[in-house]
Every structure is written in structure tokens, then in C-alpha cells.
């Protein structure tokens, strides 16, 4: 299945653009306008990057911080630094174990959480639908998505972007 997206200034050019579609006979269904009064971007199914960003990072630390904790007691035990002489020797440890996890976190969220804010398309059309544009999206076969850009290009979106799967 082929997407084609197009970023219209306002709602005029929206409705206008998917009457034209209609006119020559693409699926409406398959056609779909998201902006104020339309679709969110949500209900469309546009993925959120800080919620991908958020789901990333904790599945990292699910693994990070218990990988963590262990190195950091092994480091702590095999190198016989007495870091934290106070705690006693379990205790020395035990708080190079809660160091290493602590460092296993901040991986999990700069590696997890930063790679998902960075990337992605979904974004800019967030963007632009907060700032008052419209989207028309396509989904089709390639011959449909074609016709589309053909139709859609005479009303001078802003953008127009097709994506197929790879």
C-alpha cells in the first residue's frame, strides 16, 4: 500500500482538492483529510515521536538497568577499589551495582528516548497540522497515488511526499 501526502495552506484548498479526487473517481475511502474539523492526526494513526520516544526508552531500561547494576557490581568486586570504604565491603559493592544501573538508565533514556525524538516523518505533519495546514493522504495502489499527485500538484500544496513500503 502507497501513501501519498499533501500539506494544503488552509481548509478552502483542503475541500477543494479532495472534491477534485472525487470528481475523478478515486476510492473515497481510501482518501482522507486531516486538520481542524477533520481527522487528528492521532485518529488517523500519525505516530506521536515523544510516545514512540517514551515506549523506546523504557523498553531499553528493561534490560539496561539490571545490565547495568551487574557490571557495576562486577567492576566494583573485580577491580577491589574501595570507592565507597564507608559502606563496607558488600555495601562498596552494592553501590557500584546502583551506579552501574543509574548509568544504564541514562543510556536507556539519551539512546531510547533521544534516537525517538530525532526521527520519523510523522513529525513535521504534526507540526504543520498544529499550525492550522491540512493533509490530504492517499493510501492506494501506485497507479492511484500517481493520479493523485497529478491532481493534487494543480492546487500548489505546500509539500507533497509519496511513501511505498520497502
Not at 494544503?8 to 479532495?18: C, M, N, S, T, V
Not at 515523544?50 to 523504557?58: L, P, V
Not at 577499589?81 to 564507608?86: I, M, P, R, S
Request: charged content about 15%.
Amino acid at each position: 500500500m502507497n501513501y501519498l501526502i499533501a500539506v494544503l495552506p488552509d481548509r478552502i484548498q483542503a475541500e477543494a482538492a479532495y472534491s477534485a479526487l472525487e470528481k475523478e473517481g478515486l476510492p473515497m475511502k481510501q482518501i482522507s483529510i486531516l486538520g481542524r474539523g477533520y481527522k487528528s492526526a492521532d485518529e488517523y494513526g500519525l505516530i506521536d515521536p515523544k510516545e514512540q520516544a517514551i515506549k523506546q526508552a523504557k523498553f531499553m531500561a528493561i534490560w539496561l538497568v539490571p545490565f547495568g547494576f551487574v557490571a557495576g557490581f562486577c567492576f566494583s568486586l573485580i577491580t577491589g577499589l574501595k570507592t565507597f570504604a564507608f559502606a563496607g565491603e558488600v555495601g562498596d559493592h552494592i553501590i557500584g551495582g546502583i551506579l552501574g544501573a543509574l548509568s544504564g538508565a541514562m543510556g536507556s533514556l539519551f539512546v531510547g528516548g533521544g534516537v525517538g525524538l530525532v526521527s520519523g516523518d510523522a513529525l513535521p505533519y504534526r507540526n504543520r497540522l498544529n499550525a492550522g495546514k491540512y493533509l490530504i493522504v492517499v493510501n492506494g495502489s501506485e497507479t492511484m497515488t500517481r493520479q493523485a499527485t497529478t491532481i493534487l500538484r494543480r492546487f500548489d500544496p505546500e509539500n507533497i511526499q509519496g511513501y511505498s513500503p520497502s
